[in-house]
């Protein structure tokens, strides 16, 4: 093989390796992953409250439904950037459909996809699971159809799509009706559940606060438009400090099967690093409360598995 032909293979070989990375990093942008993976989490954390008898390990079903959790939270978000085009073109060129990276066509259909597998992998669970991934897919394409122009209520309505995904964890547990859940398991589920749903919402309006310039030029109904920028802060950080205030329960009840310092430790940390981002710039605040939530996530997950590892 002449000389030539060997820098021509290496080429055409560094060029595919190129492009391979290049549709990586559009699919990985395109789906959020990040948000996926949290989800995914989500669900595996939730199942955490149910699973006794030293449970380590979570089953096969439970990762199943991670992984629902983790597809359909994908194929809203797609759909999300399917119909918010326009308003990225301006707050957020840089995505993969405003970019030209992948056509809008692709992403929709993508999407579509997505979310049957989704629901699929959901019915493999249980009746359960696949009626919660019903109606959080058909949430995630009315938030994704009118989400700017619903006010507070699209905010609500993500809020309780993450809530619901500790919810989603504890019926991937459930075999034909014959779990129940004890009251320091309800406890737990309640608790967690608040916390995300307040911390989402606080999230969701400071990145209307974030967005609200392209917001505007497309004539979108968000909060910080309708009663200003401050106000809707003021509105976040009711919401955060609440959060942290929930989260701060498990230290005055009893529970049973719970480590308060494995949860205690990491809990603070996250209650403080959500502080912290109610005094940066929106565009840096709701990024660095996704690290408050994974960290709090992490506090439960230990909490619950502690005295397991330790039994």
């Given amino acids: 093989m002449s000389r030539t032909n060997c820098l021509e293979q290496k080429l055409v070989l560094e060029l595919r390796v190129e492009n391979i990375k290049k549709t990586a990093i ?15 989490f989500g669900v595996l954390v939730g199942a955490t409250f ?6 380590i390990m979570p089953s096969t079903k439970v990762l199943m439904a991670g992984l629902a959790a983790l597809l359909t939270t994908s194929a809203g978000n797609i759909l999300n950037d399917y119909f918010d085009l326009e308003i990225d073109r301006i707050n957020k060129p840089e995505r993969p459909i405003p970019s030209g990276r992948i056509s809008r066509s692709d992403a929709f259909m993508f999407s579509i996809v997505l979310f049957l597998l989704g629901l699929g992998f959901s019915k493999s669970v249980n009746d359960y699971c696949l009626g919660i991934a019903s109606l959080n897919s058909l949430i995630l394409i009315f938030y994704a159809r009118y989400s700017k122009k619903l006010l507070l209520v699209s905010n609500l309505g993500i809020s309780f799509l993450v809530a619901s995904i500790f919810i989603f964890g504890v019926a991937a547990t459930i075999q034909d009706g014959m779990n129940t859940l004890s009251m320091k398991e309800i406890k737990l589920v309640a608790i967690i559940t608040a916390c995300a749903f307040l911390t989402t919402l606080s999230r969701e309006i400071i990145k209307d606060i974030e967005d609200i310039k392209g917001d ?4 979108a109904v968000t909060l910080p438009i309708k009663i200003g920028a401050q106000r809707a802060k003021n509105m976040a950080i009711i919401c955060t400090l609440a959060a942290i205030a929930f989260s701060l329960i498990p230290f005055t009840i009893q529970l049973t099967f719970f480590n308060l310092y494995a949860y205690g430790v990491v809990i603070i940390i996250s209650d403080l690093i959500f502080i912290i981002s109610l005094t940066m710039h929106p565009s840096l605040g709701q990024r660095v409360m996704v690290l408050g939530m994974l960290l709090a996530l992490i506090a439960f997950f230990l909490g619950n598995m502690v005295p397991r590892l330790m039994s």
């Fill in 216 to 219: 505007e030029k497309m004539y």
């Fill in 50 to 55: 149910i699973h006794t008898a030293g449970a």
């Fill in 26 to 40: 559009t699919l990985w942008e395109l789906l959020r992953m990040r948000n996926g993976i949290i989800a995914f």
